[in-house]
C-alpha cells in the first residue's frame, strides 16, 4: 500500500494490499478499494462506494459523487465498481439517487476523459464510453457496447450488447444488440466488423444482417418483425435482440435517411457499398 502524505482521506475508508493513492487525492468514506487499485492525483472517491481490483482512476475524475438529481436528499446510496475498469481524466460517475439504490460499474470498461455517467446506471463488462459523453440517469448499456464521443444519451435509454452509437449522436431510444445508431436515435446497420472483432461467426453476422432488414427494411413494422424472429430465431443473437426489444419501455431507435458527407443517402445505398 502506498498512500502519498498529501492525499486526504476521510471516514471508513478500507484500502487492500498494493492499493497506491496519488498527490491531493481526496477519498471520503465510507470506500473500499480492492487490491492492486491506483487513484492517481487529484482523483476524489465519495462514498458510499466499493470498488474492486486492479482499477484505475486516473487524474481529477470524481467517483461516488452525490446524484445531481433534484429529488435527493442526503439518502445512503451506492456506487459499485467491479475489477480492472479505467477511468480516464475528469471522468464523472454518481452513486443512485434513492435510498438505497446503486450505480453499477462491472469489470474491464474504459470511461473515457471527460466522460459522465449519471445515477441509477448499470454499465455491463467490456464497454467503452468516449470523450466528452454524457450518459443520463436510470441507462442501462450491455456488454461491448460503444459510444464514441461527444454522445448524449437519454435517461432510461438501453444499449444492447455490441450496439454502437456513433459520434456526436443523441440517443432517446433504445439501440438493439449488435446495431449501430447514428445522429438523431437513427439506427443505420449492423456492426458486422464489432461482431466479427469479437469472434461471431459469418453465420451469426449475416443472421443479425438479416434480422435488421426484417426490422427496418420490410414491409413488416417493427412489432411485427420481431415476432416472427421470436418465433423462429436463426440464432442465439437474433433471438437476444427479439428478448431485448420486448422489453422496451422506451421503444427503439427508429430507422430514417441520414447525411453522409454533405449528402443524403438512404440507409440502403449505404448498404451496397
Do not use: W
Amino acid at each position: 500500500m502506498a498512500v502519498h502524505p498529501t492525499a486526504i482521506l476521510t471516514g471508513d475508508v478500507q484500502l487492500a494490499e498494493d492499493v497506491e493513492i496519488g498527490p491531493f487525492a481526496v477519498i471520503r468514506g465510507p470506500v473500499s478499494i480492492g487490491k492492486g487499485t491506483v487513484v492517481e492525483e487529484r482523483a476524489t472517491i465519495q462514498g458510499p462506494t466499493e470498488i474492486g481490483c486492479h482499477n484505475r482512476i486516473c487524474c481529477g475524475a470524481v467517483v461516488g459523487g452525490d446524484p445531481q438529481d433534484r429529488s435527493y436528499r442526503g439518502q445512503r446510496t451506492y456506487l459499485k465498481m467491479g475489477d480492472h475498469n479505467v477511468i480516464r481524466e475528469y471522468a464523472t460517475i454518481h452513486r443512485g439517487s434513492r435510498e438505497d439504490s446503486y450505480t453499477i460499474v462491472g469489470d474491464r470498461n474504459l470511461l473515457m476523459g471527460l466522460c459522465h455517467v449519471a445515477h441509477d446506471c448499470r454499465i455491463h463488462n467490456e464497454v467503452i464510453i468516449a470523450n466528452g459523453s454524457l450518459v443520463a440517469g436510470h441507462v442501462e448499456i450491455f456488454d461491448k457496447a460503444i459510444i464514441s464521443g461527444q454522445v448524449a444519451v437519454h435517461q432510461f435509454v438501453r444499449i444492447g450488447k455490441l450496439g454502437m452509437a456513433g459520434g456526436l449522436s443523441r440517443i432517446a431510444g433504445d439501440i438493439p444488440p449488435f446495431m449501430i445508431a447514428l445522429g438523431e436515435s437513427t439506427i443505420i446497420g449492423p456492426n458486422s466488423v464489432g461482431m466479427r472483432r469479437a469472434g461471431y461467426s459469418a453465420e451469426a453476422r449475416l443472421a443479425v444482417r438479416r434480422a435488421f432488414r426484417l426490422m427496418y427494411r420490410s414491409a413488416h413494422t417493427i412489432a411485427g418483425a420481431l415476432e416472427l424472429m421470436a418465433a423462429t430465431p436463426e440464432t442465439p443473437e437474433v433471438a437476444e435482440i427479439a428478448a431485448f426489444a420486448a422489453g422496451s419501455k422506451r421503444g427503439l431507435c427508429s430507422h430514417h435517411r441520414f447525411l453522409v458527407q454533405g449528402k443524403v443517402r438512404s440507409a440502403a445505398s449505404e448498404d451496397k457499398r
